[in-house]
């Protein structure tokens, strides 16, 4: 029987603490969704239990670590609490590498997993499942353990048919391996034809969801999620992250104000429990959102807001889905899109160049500074930044972190094709950029952005039009709407580059695109003034 988790009433709390669990029923009433996990624990931790696992579910790591922690006060001997204690330590599957931070008290609790209790034999397939993640992390390559992970879930939903949550937890192993060059998508879509079916008959359940939201976070597949993400929010609508979610792919078919409403519901909700890097992380997606639709207005508040949310902001402190790191990579490329989506190339220059401990996050503002000064005429100011971005870009690779790696190379060939460019080495200019356009689109963005700061191929397209190539731009501009549906930038640059081949139908189609896509505008921005102009309307 599924059960929902609700924190119990006044009048069953007294049971509750009569058997032992007084800490199970201080959580006023949530909503979290509906999920029930059959232990061997005592009865009377079983609804405890349940409401930690949805707490995981939905990626509120902190939380679910505390609530796995008081099942524990109350049945010292559930070695499947520590289980889901060192599950939670390994926290996103989807933020890339793990750390010792992460690691080591993930081991640890699965070690006391494996040496607590009497846990059944499907208990002890999980337990020994979550091992894996961090056996001899100081040795075994991540992926390796992550594959591992994987085999060993497989074995449990195999040996286990009926355990929906073994299936739940698979699909998710099997997504979390996904490689983002595999075009295929080989990985999301088998993990999608278990998770489908079962949301079908669990439609209140969180996990499902949510990962049918992650496995079909991809251009090509993000439409196949909207059903997910239209109900997710109202699921678990306790879980800042069940809020924020959504948004991934709102942002993939360039659904805007749905994205800035669900955001704007998330960065509350994470501000109310101190996870301020969940809300950096929305208050990033949203800004986004906003520029594509040339609110810049609204984005100019949210970037007033950033001084008190950073203030309160500690990238050591994992509390929500988000990892630390990633209130870092917003504050970093909230400014940067800022100047960069507004295609204000001398305030991008301008930008501070952080430095952080994360190498990743610290390219983006250096990225940001080189292309601007490019695009401003000035070369040489912005090689110092594509050095650094080269010397981050060694670093990464020293981490063995082939995925930022990769991102960071990619920038750094992008702002080196528009230092060529400025230079008048226009010819060798375009094949670069045209060859780090490709790179771009075999690889994928992190679940962690909304976007790249500036997509290659979109770059493509300027550097193409600038140089008097419109019908090539047009392609490029018209490739670029396909991954990123609804961009302002290369809706305007479509339009424009139709424009000067001659296609006043093609250009009139992408000028009203673009007049409806910023329908919401609070700001009277020159590029919809020359798209108004162009058809006529006032």
Known sequence: MRRIIRTVSACAAVLVIAAGTAAQHQHGTEALGKVHFETTCQPAVQAGFDRAVALLHSFEFHSAIAAFNDVLRGDPSCAMAYWGIALSSWANPFAGLKGPAVLEPGRTAAQKAQTTGSPSPREKRYIDAVAELFRDFEKVPQRER????????????????????ARIFYALAVAQNALPTDKTYANQLKATSILEPLFSEHPDHPGLAHYIIHAYDQPALAARALNAARSYATIAPDAPHALHMPSHTFTRVGAWSDSIKTNAASADAAVKTGSYAEALHAMDYMTYAYLQTAQDAAARRIIARLPETAKNFDPTRNIGAAPGWAGSFALATIPARYALERGDWAAAAALEARTTPFPWVDAQSRFARALGAARSGRADAARADIEQLAALREKLAAANDAYWTGQADIQRRVAEAWVAYASGRRDDAIAQLGA?????????????????????????????????????????????????????????GAARAAAAAGNRDRAGHHYRELIAICRPSDTERPELKQARAFIGKP
């Open 146 to 165: 992550t594959l591992a992970y994987e085999k060993a879930m497989e074995g449990t939903s195999t040996e286990f048919g009926a355990d929906t949550e």
């Open 436 to 492: 780090a356009a490709d790179a771009e689109d075999a690889t994928d963005k992190s679940a962690v952005t909304p976007g790249p700061l500036a997509p290659a191929r979109e770059l493509f397209g300027d550097m193409l039009l600038d140089a008097g190539r419109s019908a090539d731009a047009l392609r490029a501009y018209e490739a670029t709407m396909v991954k990123e549906p609804n961009r302002f930038r290369a809706v305007y």
